[in-house]
């Protein structure tokens, strides 16, 4: 079955997790200003393999930049 995650755990993993994330907003608000769903795929695809993104989204490397572009897409999405 599942095991309970660690406080420790789960600050190794927020990073992969908002990079994630941040991946699906940005090609969400990429498909809303374009028109086009397959821009968006095209922009999720290149922000998961953008070295600057890659940095600042790995696993173990808890840090607020990974949760503020997450933040940001979402915002500029849903506004």
């Known amino acids: 079955g599942l095991q309970p995650m660690s406080l420790n755990d789960v600050c190794c993993m927020v990073p992969a997790w908002f990079g994630i994330t941040a991946s699906v907003s940005l090609g969400a608000l990429t498909a809303e200003c374009s028109g086009t769903?397959?821009?968006g795929v095209a922009a999720a695809a290149i922000m998961a393999v953008i070295p600057a993104h890659t940095m600042r989204?790995?696993?173990?490397?808890?840090?607020?930049?990974?949760?503020?572009?997450?933040?940001?897409?979402?915002?500029?999405?849903?506004?």
Do not use: H, K, P, Q
């Open 37 to 39: 769903w397959s821009a």
């Open 57 to 79: 989204s790995v696993a173990g490397g808890y840090d607020n930049e990974s949760i503020a572009l997450t933040a940001m897409c979402t915002t500029f999405y849903f506004w």
